[in-house]
């Protein structure tokens, strides 16, 4: 009997997911619980467990395609045995003819010659590899789960000296019709459709501005360097920067009220809580996970948080409902070297704090010139409700709370 593989429901605003990588193939057994695909969300990445034990009969709908809430992807024979010492089960015999209704040909299959042959997935990373050194799938080896071929794949073939260096990875003025080698064409994920989405609507919907200060570190890196062993020996984690801004923060946005706000039709809706955002960058695009009640969480829960948040977001464990509902949000380019920029929104928010690198330079202090290690901070802000005079009020908020942490400690 052929049990369905269906897409469940991921949230109330999602109806239609992408398929990822197939971890399990047509013909495997597999058993009831285990992942054998990925889906993704415009907001997360998901594993799809099978609901029975069974061989895989049917895949479907292939990686890369969409399909809709409730669609079947795959079907499960639930009545095959399952295979001695835990080795796959044979593929069953079948009279389809399509690409998914084929399972992959070993090296020593008695299938005519003219019988179709699953073909490997190469991942993006591993495709530029290849190109680079004009590798064709037939010489790399997959080791990736589902038949992939990965960038680790790719280089070792390259070193195994596979490539043929006669021939130009990519083409420096390549000629009209002959550009295939200075191209990549690769799907955009669901993630990032949607983020490119909310990105034109905010720049579309909202009036964006952005003001600009900047930060003496010197006072929070002397307090970190002072108490660091202390703070890991106690809680397992560093103490790093991203607790003093989110604690400033909302420090600020209690100054502030309608930075923490939203517009709905037209009315004006102040939150009384603070769910505060941290823009987390990933493989898969930028993700915004909420640390939910952060004004209730001391410094080092709030590390805790977003350590643990950043690292799920990263291994695709997310709930869908942990990237929902921020009223704030705050993105740190400074990780990645950016000296300044200006964010974008995301809506239904009214402002974003964007951090950036710290960098060593002459400042004035009490009518001396002083080399102080300074961090430019920049507030995007909706200024349909947050005015000039607000937007600088919250912006200095958050440079004293910084400059001088203990402000944090006794609310003044």
């Known amino acids: 009997m052929a049990v369905e593989l269906k897409i469940p429901?991921?949230?109330?605003?999602?109806?239609?997911?992408?398929?990822?990588?197939w971890l399990k193939q047509e013909g495997d057994y597999v058993e009831a619980d285990e992942v054998i695909v990925?889906?993704?969300?415009?907001?997360?990445?998901?594993?799809?467990?099978?609901?029975?034990?069974?061989?895989?009969?049917?895949?479907?709908?292939?990686?890369?395609?969409?399909?809709?809430i409730g669609d079947v992807v795959a079907e499960i024979d639930e009545t095959a045995d399952r295979p001695?010492?835990?080795?796959?089960?044979?593929?069953?015999?079948?009279?389809?003819?399509?690409?998914?209704?084929?399972?992959?040909?070993?090296?020593?299959?008695?299938?005519?010659?003219?019988?179709?042959?699953?073909?490997?997935?190469?991942?993006?990373?591993?495709?530029r590899v290849m190109a680079e050194h004009n590798l064709d799938r037939s010489q790399v080896k997959p080791s990736g789960p589902g038949n992939r071929i990965t960038k680790a794949d790719a280089e070792r073939a390259a070193e195994a000296g596979a490539a043929q260096p006669s021939a130009p990875a990519r083409p420096a003025a390549p000629t009209s019709g002959d550009n295939g080698a200075a191209e990549e064409v690769v799907p955009m994920t669901m993630l990032r459709r949607r983020i490119a989405e909310r990105?034109?609507?905010?720049?579309?919907?909202?009036?964006?501005l952005t003001t600009i200060n900047e930060i003496d570190m010197t006072s929070v890196m002397a307090l970190r360097k002072s108490r660091q062993?202390?703070?890991?020996?106690?809680?397992?984690?560093?103490?790093?920067?991203?607790?003093?801004?989110?604690?400033?923060?909302?420090?600020?946005?209690?100054?502030?009220?309608?930075?923490?706000?939203?517009?709905?039709?037209?009315?004006?809706?102040?939150?009384?809580?603070?769910?505060?955002?941290?823009?987390?960058?990933?493989?898969?695009?930028?993700?915004?996970?909420?640390?939910?009640?952060?004004?209730?969480?001391?410094?080092?829960?709030?590390?805790?948080?977003?350590?643990d948040l950043a690292t799920r977001a990263r291994d695709?464990?997310?709930?869908?409902?942990?990237?929902?509902?921020?009223?704030?949000?705050?993105?740190?380019?400074?990780?990645?070297?950016?000296l300044l920029s200006t964010p974008i929104i995301n809506p239904?928010?009214?402002?974003?704090?964007?951090?950036?690198?710290?960098?060593?330079?002459?400042?004035?202090?009490?009518?001396?010139?002083?080399?102080?290690?300074?961090?430019?901070?920049a507030l995007s802000y909706d200024h349909r409700i947050i005015d000039g005079k607000e937007s600088v009020t919250f912006l200095k908020r958050i440079k004293e709370c910084v400059e001088d942490p203990t402000r944090m400690l006794i609310e003044v």
């Open 9 to 21: 429901q991921s949230g109330e605003s999602i109806t239609e997911v992408q398929l990822g990588e």
């Open 38 to 68: 990925e889906i993704e969300t415009d907001k997360a990445t998901m594993e799809l467990p099978a609901p029975t034990a069974g061989t895989l009969t049917r895949i479907r709908i292939p990686t890369g395609e969409v399909a809709n």
């Open 84 to 127: 001695s010492g835990g080795a796959p089960a044979p593929a069953p015999r079948t009279t389809a003819t399509s690409e998914t209704s084929q399972t992959e040909a070993a090296p020593s299959s008695t299938a005519t010659a003219d019988a179709p042959v699953r073909q490997p997935h190469v991942m993006p990373a591993a495709q």
């Open 199 to 208: 990105l034109v609507e905010s720049q579309k919907n909202a009036a964006i």
């Open 229 to 307: 062993d202390a703070f890991v020996e106690r809680y397992g984690i560093k103490l790093g920067f991203m607790s003093f801004f989110v604690k400033a923060a909302i420090d600020a946005l209690k100054l502030v009220p309608a930075v923490n706000a939203e517009i709905r039709g037209t009315d004006i809706v102040y939150k009384n809580f603070f769910d505060i955002g941290v823009a987390v960058s990933t493989d898969r695009g930028l993700v915004v996970p909420v640390v939910r009640g952060a004004d209730q969480l001391g410094f080092a829960e709030v590390e805790l948080a977003i350590n």
């Open 316 to 338: 695709k464990k997310l709930d869908v409902s942990e990237l929902q509902g921020g009223t704030f949000t705050i993105s740190n380019g400074g990780v990645f070297g950016s």
């Open 348 to 377: 239904p928010q009214v402002g974003i704090l964007g951090l950036h690198s710290i960098q060593q330079r002459p400042v004035a202090i009490d009518g001396k010139v002083e080399i102080r290690p300074m961090m430019y901070v």
